[in-house]
């Protein structure tokens, strides 16, 4: 079992419509990461957070350190949003621990 | 555009070519990271180099070796690699190494071994 598990694997949705993905952790951690990667493979760094919520854009990730669990949000979605999300864990601030990412497609 | 190059983009090589890749951060960070992603795997450290010293060597058989002339320059060499061996591989960088640091990814060079 991988430390850090996104859900789901792959999700398909419309254009426009309001989008989840989820990162559970089963290690403790000082921060978390999430990263978005293109069809050509170059990841970009989304946000980095170790409480509460973080906004930018129509992007929005909420951490609970308690429960161990992270979402991203992306409202009003759009076919450009299509990419891979991953979330990393920083493990005791010495190690990044990455999910297995999350596929996106959105369709027009 | 995220600060960090990587070249070249593609390579094929064959089990017994010597090849290089290349990684450039124009970042002026201190430390840079080698990863590789494997379909359908979580991104795998592979190697650490902080202010030009190796910090970890995540257990990367000695097919790859990599070197890192000063804290903007990192290269994987290769020889004799697997076809197990083909894969995306990353280059990232950031501030330092330890504690939380934003790293900062290249474009990554995907590679086919035949």
């Known amino acids: 079992k991988n430390e850090v598990e996104q859900s789901p694997q792959n999700l398909t949705a419309q254009e426009g419509e309001f989008i989840t993905i989820n990162c559970s952790y089963s290690?403790?951690?000082?921060?978390l990461h999430w990263l978005q990667q293109h069809p050509g493979g170059g990841i970009v760094s989304l946000f980095m957070?170790?409480?509460g919520k973080k906004k930018h854009g129509r992007l929005i990730a909420t951490i609970n350190i308690q429960e161990k669990h992270s979402s991203l949000h992306i409202t009003a979605s759009h076919p450009r949003d299509s990419a891979v999300y991953i979330c990393?864990?920083?493990?005791?601030?010495?190690?990044?621990?990455f999910g297995q990412g999350t596929r996106l497609t959105i369709n027009p | 555009e995220t600060g960090v190059t990587q070249t070249p983009r593609h390579l094929v090589m064959g089990m017994t070519n010597k090849k290089s890749l290349k990684c450039e951060q124009h970042?002026?960070?201190?430390?840079m990271y080698w990863y590789k992603q494997s379909a359908k795997k979580p991104l795998e450290l592979m190697f650490v180099?902080?202010?030009?010293?190796?910090?970890e060597n995540n257990s990367v058989p000695s097919r790859f070796s990599p070197e890192c002339p000063n804290s903007s320059h990192l290269f994987l060499h290769l020889h004799t690699l697997q076809p197990e061996d083909s894969a995306l591989y990353l280059c990232?960088?950031?501030?330092?190494?330890?504690?939380?640091?934003?790293?900062?990814f290249g474009p990554g060079t995907r590679l086919t071994v035949l």
């Open positions: 990393a864990v920083w493990e005791g601030a010495q190690k990044l621990v």
């Open positions: 180099y902080n202010f030009k010293e190796q910090t």
């Open positions: 957070l170790s409480s």
């Open positions: 290690v403790g951690i000082s921060a």
């Open positions: 970042l002026g960070h201190n430390a």
């Open positions: 990232a960088s950031s501030p330092q190494d330890g504690g939380v640091n934003e790293q900062f």
